[in-house]
T-cell receptor, first 114, second 109 residues
Framework: QKEVEQNSGPLSVPEGAIASLNCTYSDRGSQSFFWYRQYSGKSPELIMFIYSNGDKEDGRFTAQLNKASQYVSLLIRDSQPSDSATYLCAVPINSGGGADGLTFGKGTHLIIQP | KAGVTQTPRYLIKTRGQQVTLSCSPISGHRSVSWYQQTPGQGLQFLFEYFSETQRNKGNFPGRFSGRQFSNSRSEMNVSTLELGDSALYLC????????FGPGTRLLVL
């Protein structure tokens, strides 16, 4: 049974600062990793995915992957109050890539303080 | 491109009844996955269909079933509803990356 672990928070960050969200996973064979954002009462929205070790940047978001440590993180630069949400980390049910079924962490509740 | 649509959006049922939820994926997507989200257990994978075939199944009882049609639309069915089945049921479309629909919120009384 694959496991994805996240600190549930809440993680409180001042507006304009960098928010750092972390995720560890149990299956060393996992090849792809996904970050979703979920606002209260809404469905998850895909923010980023990463396949390769290192960093991947998209606007204010940076995903970082370290397969040796089985660790993936999401950095949000210049945090805005609109970034306040729950952030979910996910890996595919089947190792080898793709996203035909995902295992999710419980999510980290992020609060950006104005 | 239209997004993932789910119907109905809200549903109230009583214990012992059954329910059918529907999902239409993004045009061109052949993979549909279903998830259950509850405050206690989080987002849990139910099953995934591709070209009318179930490829993956999560750890849920046999009361939970699904199917996919030739136009990629999918339905999930829950029989003999229990109070614990109250949840947000989410459908996701896509294989390489998944995009979620708005969900169906089911309340079992």
């Amino acid at each position: 049974q694959k496991e994805v672990e996240q600190n549930s928070g809440p993680l409180s960050v001042p507006e304009g600062a960098i928010a750092s969200l972390n995720c560890t996973y149990s299956d060393r064979g996992s090849q792809s990793f996904f970050w979703y954002r979920q606002y209260s009462g809404k469905s998850p929205e895909l923010i980023m995915f990463i396949y390769s070790n290192g960093d991947k940047e998209d606007g204010r978001f940076t995903a970082q992957l370290n397969k040796a440590s089985q660790y993936v993180s999401l950095l949000i630069r210049d945090s805005q109050p609109s970034d306040s949400a729950t952030y979910l980390c996910a890996v595919p049910i089947n190792s080898g890539g793709g996203a035909d079924g995902l295992t999710f962490g419980k999510g980290t509740h992020l609060i950006i303080q104005p | 491109k239209a997004g993932v649509t789910q119907t109905p959006r809200y549903l109230i049922k009583t214990r012992g009844q059954q329910v059918t939820l529907s999902c239409s994926p993004i045009s061109g997507h052949r993979s549909v996955s279903w998830y259950q989200q509850t405050p206690g257990q989080g987002l849990q994978f139910l099953f995934e269909y591709f070209s009318e075939t179930q490829r993956n199944k999560g750890n849920f009882p046999g009361r939970f079933s699904g199917r996919q049609f030739s136009n990629s639309r999918s339905e999930m069915n829950v029989s003999t509803l229990e109070l614990g089945d109250s949840a947000l049921y989410l459908c996701a479309s896509g294989s390489e990356t998944q995009y979620f629909g708005p969900g169906t919120r089911l309340l079992v009384l």
